[in-house]
């Protein structure tokens, strides 16, 4: 079975400082690992994805991504976080030697970034 | 990135009826798949829907409840049915992406209140 756990329920950060959004999975085989955001009523936008390759992984909205395959883990980063960065952040897990072809979700981070 | 659209948006029921929701993709897609999230908490996966065949469903998820239709390639609909207040959830549609690469591509959900 796979699985993503997201150990925060809520992360605060300052306008301009850099954040970090935790996330750590387990799977069975090897992992394609993803980042998602979600505003207020509305649905889910991709953000980035690992799925083979370089560990730091870079996507939209000046994110990026570091998958660590000895910690299980594919913390979502930015450099210097905005107001409008603020919403619900979801990783997720695909085990890519199984069939399955849907994705698992973490329990989701709210970032918060005060002005 | 597939472009998703579902309606309802929102709707507000009364106990004991039932609700059809309707995905529709602007391409093929070979897979597209449902999701729930309840108030605060993550996506689950409801069920596969499958062009041709019955929805494959996840554990406690039965078809009875949640009927699911998949006429073609570009369309589904999710049945919710029976309403209680637990249903009262947002429920998405998505589809992977046409690379197959792995990412899921999402509506924008439609938010049910069931009263």
């Known amino acids: 079975a796979q699985s993503v756990a997201q150990p925060e329920d809520q992360v605060n950060v300052a306008e301009g400082n850099p954040l970090t959004v935790k996330c750590t999975y387990s799977v069975s085989g090897n992992p394609y690992l993803f980042w998602y955001v979600q505003y207020p009523n509305r649905g889910l936008q991709f953000l980035l994805k690992?799925?083979?390759?370089?560990?730091l992984v870079k996507g939209s909205y000046g994110f990026e991504a570091e998958f660590n395959k000895s910690q299980t883990s594919f913390h979502l980063k930015k450099p210097s976080a905005l107001v409008s960065d603020s919403a619900l952040y979801f990783c997720a897990v695909r085990d890519m030697d199984t069939g399955r072809r849907a994705l698992t979700f973490g329990s989701g981070t709210r970032l918060q970034v005060q002005p | 990135s597939a472009v998703i659209s579902q309606k309802p948006s929102r709707d507000i029921c009364q106990r004991g009826t039932s609700l059809t929701i309707q995905c529709q993709v602007d391409s093929q897609v070979t897979m597209m798949f449902w999701y729930r999230q309840q108030p605060g908490q993550s996506l689950t996966l409801i069920a596969t829907?499958?062009?041709?065949?019955?929805?494959?469903?996840e554990s406690g998820f039965v078809i009875d409840k949640f009927p699911i239709s998949r006429p073609n390639l570009t369309f589904s609909t999710l049945t919710v049915s029976n309403m209680s207040p637990e249903d009262s959830s947002i429920y998405l549609c998505?589809?992977?992406?046409?690379?197959?690469?792995?990412?899921?591509?999402f509506g924008e959900g439609s938010r049910l209140t069931v009263l």
């Open positions: 998505s589809v992977v992406d046409r690379t197959n690469t792995g990412e899921l591509f």
């Open positions: 690992y799925i083979t390759g370089d560990n």
């Open positions: 829907a499958n062009q041709g065949s019955e929805a494959t469903y």
